[in-house]
């Protein structure tokens, strides 16, 4: 939920679910394709793969986010935007929802915290799997399997200044509407 973008939020559940679903989808098929040259495999994993992560995504979003559901479009992605970047939201009634958005973040954040370790065991894992394929495997199997390590490798280095980025902004939107709603000026 932190990376979804604003203008997802736009949407309905649906269309969130197919704004996450898809390019996934895509995503992972292209690794199978460059993998294994088989088109249906592809095709299986994008069918497969883009429903699942897309409903999974479009239900963490509302759990994390239930009064999303309660705002328009332009208001969630007007949430959005002002939380995200740390700012102040221009409508003062929408203060509320910055706040629980803002929490929501917190939430997703400290959850995703305690997976850390598993993408360190995984990117370990897969470590030693590319260096076996350097000396075993065809060469799609061995491209794919660097290309997996080095999109491990970048999100442990990239994911938790990012993270760190978006939840200081996110605390820092918080913060003013907290006083927007009482009508005090923040503590900065």
Request: charged share 20%; glycine share 8%.
């Amino acid at each position: 939920m932190i990376l979804v973008p604003g203008r997802l939020w736009q949407g309905s559940p649906v269309r969130r679910a197919l704004g996450t679903g898809l390019p996934a989808g895509a995503f992972f098929a292209a690794f199978v394709l460059v993998e294994s040259g088989s088109w249906v495999g592809a095709a299986v994993v994008f069918l497969i793969l883009s429903p699942f992560h897309g409903i999974r995504s479009a239900r963490r979003m509302d759990r994390a986010w239930p009064g999303a559901r309660d705002l328009n479009a332009a208001d969630r992605a007007a949430v959005v935007r002002a939380t995200r970047r740390g700012e102040a939201i221009a409508d003062p009634a929408l203060a509320p929802a910055v706040v629980e958005y803002a929490d929501g973040l917190s939430r997703v954040a400290e959850e995703d915290r305690l997976r850390r370790p598993l993408v360190l065991l995984v990117t370990a894992l897969a470590i030693v799997l590319a260096v076996y394929d350097s000396f075993t495997a065809p060469t799609g199997v061995l491209v794919t399997s660097w290309l997996v390590v080095a999109l491990l490798l970048a999100d442990i280095a990239w994911w938790p200044g990012r993270r760190s980025r978006v939840l200081s902004r996110a605390e820092r939107a918080r913060d003013l509407a907290r006083s927007a709603r009482t009508g005090d000026r923040p503590a900065h």
